[in-house]
């Protein structure tokens, strides 16, 4: 049986679009509590077989948690890492922190055909509501961090252009990025399945799926999303606030670090 998701998922530190300065670099260098974090993982990812993710496909499809059915509370919730990748139009380097700022973001996150299918499940009636809300941002990030096989997505970009719809192509994302050591922290621990995230204005992480949506999951994103263009929307910085007008929102969903 499939748990429910039992944590918050993210990063403790805000993300930036800058790069990181030569005394942030030495203080990561030096950090003693991060060389024995990232030794953990490396012990952790030998012990891995290789064809560990593979053989998670043919349980429940991969997926290793079902979503919340409620918000991951604000002060609880971790931020989603910045993610940099090429745009499909205009062909230009993005980082999803410019992009998340200010908005309520679904952020899909896929590397073949079939994680394409895991999203969509997910995320289809969400977008179909609020996709012309201008508050709202549907951010695909189609990874391969993978050489090999990020070269040959290169090579097919005119196709990927062609089946995605043009409004959507200057959020859908091509990364090469190494994702080694955020993928535990995110909860992407299998490089096969989709994995979808709704991130708040602060791009903090407020819900999460993973795999083929079951049950009312797709349902519970849209509701979820809802609420938070809503409270966005009453802000003083938006300048409309009756973009969503529905005022039920979902019970916060308490979880532990």
Request: net charge positive; proline share 4%; charged share 25%.
């Amino acid at each position: 049986m499939t748990m429910k998701l039992s944590r918050p998922l993210g990063v403790a530190k805000r993300p930036s679009a800058l790069s990181a300065s030569w005394k942030e670099k030495k203080e990561e260098f030096l950090d003693y509590d991060k060389h024995l974090e990232k030794r953990r993982h490396l012990v952790k990812e030998t012990s891995r077989g290789y064809f560990q993710d593979y053989h998670a496909l043919r349980q429940h499809e991969g997926k290793t948690w079902v979503a919340p059915e409620s918000l991951i509370r604000e002060d609880k919730a971790l931020y989603f890492p910045d993610v940099t990748g090429m745009s499909l139009e205009p062909q230009e380097t993005v980082h999803t922190t410019s992009l998340l700022e200010g908005r309520i973001s679904i952020i899909a996150m896929l590397s073949s055909t079939r994680s394409e299918e895991h999203v969509r499940s997910f995320s289809h009636l969400a977008v179909d509501a609020y996709l012309s809300n201008p508050l709202f941002r549907y951010v695909q990030i189609n990874l391969q961090d993978n050489p090999l096989k990020g070269f040959l997505v290169s090579l097919f970009l005119s196709s990927i252009r062609k089946r995605v719809p043009k409004e959507l192509q200057s959020t859908y994302l091509v990364s090469k990025q190494n994702m080694e050591y955020l993928r535990e922290p995110i909860g992407m621990v299998n490089k096969h399945i989709g994995y979808v995230y709704l991130v708040d204005e602060n791009s903090k992480i407020r819900w999460a799926g993973c795999g083929f949506a079951s049950g009312n999951e797709d349902a519970s994103l849209k509701n979820c999303t809802r609420v938070l263009l809503q409270r966005l929307a009453k802000t003083p910085e938006s300048s409309d606030a009756s973009i969503v007008s529905d005022t039920t929102e979902p019970s916060a969903l308490s979880t532990s670090q």
